[in-house]
């Protein structure tokens, strides 16, 4: 009888520890690459597109490229999300400003399902720098302080959120769906803009 | 005789300066395995790729070559959570060279430019 309750009690553990387990690996709480283990949630705006609202032409290429999706129209301007699969599974953006400008980033995917992307370009010298942030879902806005102490909440559409910054902007910073905060130092960034000197053709150092 | 010696001579240090004058138009790669900094040689460009392998962020430049050692960018984007990233000239090709570097410290690090369309 003894013996028969332990057995009911451990078959009963062992049905609750590989329950959790399943669980957790269902929910891509433990998902990760590298031994590394990171939370990490889906980017929705892969699998239902913004329709093509400006342009009726095809996206315009990008090397590599696939299962490509319009997010964002910001006047003339078209913001893509896509993959590369070479030599890494990555997901990517990138922005058309028409006529034959613009620019992009890939990061790995589990790193940008983990953490999101942040960039800061300037088309011209001494334009305002433009901020984009590539986020997963369950990230609502993101907030832009400038130097000057004042901040921006820039609501998360499409997994994506732009503004052009007529100030300094010093930190972009959001909050993941597990409550986590991400803090960009953009303004290390513009610093760094601001002091660059080109280098000899050809050189490194 | 002497004038026809003259001319032919005349027109070929014109070509050679039109050559000298024109920069080439190919696509180009650079790389370094531990730098903060990496440039590509002067073409006509208005496309540059980056990619760090070391960490994920980097920057990527495209600079315009006004002469005389003046320089001015025509794109210039950082990003973090990425490992490649890349700049289109919105004013179309210019005679320049794209540049890849990254806030952090010296990294294994390689550059594509070239003049394609984005």
């Known amino acids: ?205 | 005789m002497r004038k026809s010696i003259l001319a032919v001579a005349a027109s070929g240090l014109i070509i050679m300066g039109l050559a000298a004058a024109v920069p080439a138009s190919a696509e180009y790669n650079y790389s370094c395995a531990s730098c903060a900094t990496i440039n590509g040689p002067n073409e006509t460009v208005r496309y540059n790729e980056g990619i760090n392998y070391t960490f994920n962020q980097l920057c990527v430049v495209l600079w315009q070559n006004n002469g005389g050692g003046n320089y001015n960018t025509v794109g210039n984007k950082c990003v973090s959570g990425s490992w490649t990233t890349w700049t289109c000239s919105n004013v179309g090709s210019v005679n320049g060279h794209g540049e890849v570097y990254n806030s952090e410290s010296a990294a294994h690090m390689a550059g594509h430019q070239d003049n394609r369309a984005c």
């Open chain 1, 1 to 205: 009888m003894l013996t028969r309750y332990f057995s009911g009690v451990r078959v009963a553990w062992i049905i609750a520890v590989i329950a959790a387990i399943g669980a957790a690996l269902a929910s891509g709480a433990l998902a990760g690459a590298g031994g590394t283990k990171h939370a990490k949630w889906p980017i929705s705006a892969f699998y239902h597109a913004l329709a093509r609202a400006h342009s009726a032409g095809a996206a315009p290429g990008i090397p590599g490229m696939s299962g490509v999706s319009l997010v964002a129209v910001r006047g003339n301007d078209e913001i893509y999300i896509g993959h590369r699969y070479g030599p890494t599974t990555s997901d990517c953006f990138w922005e058309h400003i028409k006529p034959q400008g613009g620019g992009g980033a890939c990061g790995k995917a589990y790193i940008v399902e983990s953490q999101g992307m942040v960039s800061l370009s300037q088309s011209q010298e001494g334009a305002p720098p433009e901020i984009l942030a590539f986020v997963p879902d369950g990230v609502r806005s993101i907030v832009i302080k400038d130097n000057d102490g004042s901040s921006h909440t820039i609501p998360v559409a499409n997994n994506f959120a732009v503004y052009t910054d007529l100030n300094n902007p010093s930190t972009v910073s959001f909050t993941l769906p597990n409550g986590a905060s991400e803090v960009q130092n953009v303004g290390a960034w513009i610093n760094k803009m601001d002091h660059l000197r080109p280098g000899a053709p050809g050189s490194s150092e």
